[in-house]
């Protein structure tokens, strides 16, 4: 398929055919293919739990309210924000960074490179990202905003905003993946109406982990799994030609 027909294909399943299985290492590859999404700063601050094991899907599919989606699907895949890995995702693509500096940049501007990379991985990240009960992202809020009467300056940046930051690129993996499945004919359905304290106690996550959504996975069954024509408001409502 072209990227058109995999797009029209794609569609938000919800009801799918058991006696279909999909091949769990294609489904893996799909998710490998999650992590070329695009993300903020390149931190990569998510996880991918890929349940195939019947009584754990049974305790996903409640903890998703048991939706056709949920309880049909031969298996499902949790994708996770982790905003605690800060520091150790931080301090690994910095390393990866000065490796790539020495092997591709000239060498008389490894060296600021190199001190660009430490500044905005070694000091900045870790200080945006990091929490203290409000309290660190009102100051960055604080500065953000006086800094941004001289310059154009991110305002984004409270503790809430860097969570929705994390979502956000988690939800870009997330698509990435339901796109590669689509193209494996392979069917998904996003799921954010859940009970994340259940499913969250279900896969044993720590404190630091958030849930970002569930993912049904498998083979449509016949057109009972999808209701109708895909509702979209008309283009012209949303495009801004300036």
Known sequence: MNIDEILNFRRSVRLYDKEKPIDQ?????CLELATLAPNSSDMQLWEFYHITQPELLKKISRACLDQKAASTASQIVVFVVRRDWYK??????LD???KNILRYSSKDRQAKRIKDRELYYGILMPFVYARFFGI???????????ISIFRPMMLEVSENDMRVVAHKSCALAAQTFMIAM????????PL????????????????GAE???AIPCGIRDGNKGIWGERCRVPFEEVYRHI
């Open 211 to 213: 849930i970002n959504m």
């Open 182 to 189: 689509a193209n494996e004919g392979y069917d998904t359905c």
């Open 192 to 207: 954010e109406g859940l009970d994340s304290r259940r499913l969250k106690r279900a896969l044993k996550l720590p404190h």
């Open 96 to 98: 990866f960074e000065k």
């Open 88 to 93: 150790k995702h931080a301090r690994y693509v």
């Open 136 to 146: 660190l992202g009102l100051f960055r809020k604080l500065l953000a905003n006086a």
């Open 25 to 29: 290492e294609k489904v893996k590859h």
